[in-house]
C-alpha cells in the first residue's frame, strides 16, 4: 500500500559525493518517520540517518558531519547527501518509513536497495 523507491546509488571513489533519492507513494495519511538504513555483506543491517514528522533528525555516529539527509514534501521525497565517502560506507543502502494508510494502519516500509560501492 506504501511504496519506496530508491535510487542514486553507485561507484565512487573514496573521498567522494553522492546523493541517495526515495520517493515514497500509495495511499499514504501520513509519515512518522522516514530515513536510510544499510547493510553490507556479513553485516547487520544499521540506521544510518532517519527524519522525522517533527523534524528532528538522527544520524549514525559513523556518518555525522559527512552525511546529510532532507526531504522535498512536495514530491514526498527524501534524500541522503553523502560526502567524504569511505571505503567502510560501502553497503547496499534501503529506505525506511514508518507510515499510517488512509485505512488508519501504520506499518514500516522498506524499498528494495541501491547499493553504494567506495573505491580507492
Known amino acids: 500500500q506504501v511504496q519506496l523507491v530508491e535510487s542514486g546509488g553507485g561507484l565512487v571513489q573514496a573521498g567522494g559525493s553522492l546523493r541517495l533519492s526515495c520517493a515514497a507513494s500509495?495511499?499514504?495519511?501520513?509519515?512518522?518517520?522516514i530515513g536510510w538504513y544499510r547493510q553490507a555483506p556479513g553485516k547487520q543491517r544499521e540506521l544510518v540517518a532517519t527524519f522525522s514528522s517533527g523534524g528532528s533528525t538522527n544520524y549514525a555516529d559513523s556518518v555525522k558531519g559527512r552525511f546529510t539527509i532532507s526531504s522535498d514534501n512536495a514530491k514526498n521525497t527524501v534524500y541522503l547527501q553523502m560526502n567524504s565517502l569511505k571505503y567502510e560506507d560501502t553497503a547496499t543502502y534501503y529506505c525506511y518509513a514508518r507510515a499510517t494508510t488512509w485505512s488508519r494502519a501504520t506499518n514500516d516500509y522498506w524499498g528494495q536497495g541501491t547499493p553504494v560501492t567506495v573505491s580507492s
Open positions: 500509495g495511499r499514504i495519511f501520513g509519515i512518522d518517520a
